[in-house]
């Protein structure tokens, strides 16, 4: 079995809090399990191919969802 390999990633401790306000009564145990939840949904989404075009662009409704989870972490 393989063994993942994990780094340390600092955010403000005014963030955290809110993300464990939100994670409360879900099914996240830990702030980290959701902002990697949230990172990888974010990568899949803009993922580029060996072109290095985007596989599908961004639609409105695409952008707008990114911009509201980014303004409930908290970052916009």
Do not use: C, H, W
Request: charged letters at 35%.
């Amino acid at each position: 079995m393989k063994k993942t390999k994990y780094t340390t990633i600092s955010i403000p401790v005014t963030l955290a809090k809110k993300i464990e306000e939100r994670i409360n009564g879900t099914g996240f145990n830990s702030v980290t399990s959701y902002v990697v939840f949230i990172l990888r949904q974010l990568i899949s989404s803009i993922e580029i191919d060996k072109t290095g075009k985007s596989k599908e662009p961004f639609t409105k409704k695409d952008e707008e969802e990114i911009k509201k989870r980014l303004k409930a972490l908290g970052y916009i």
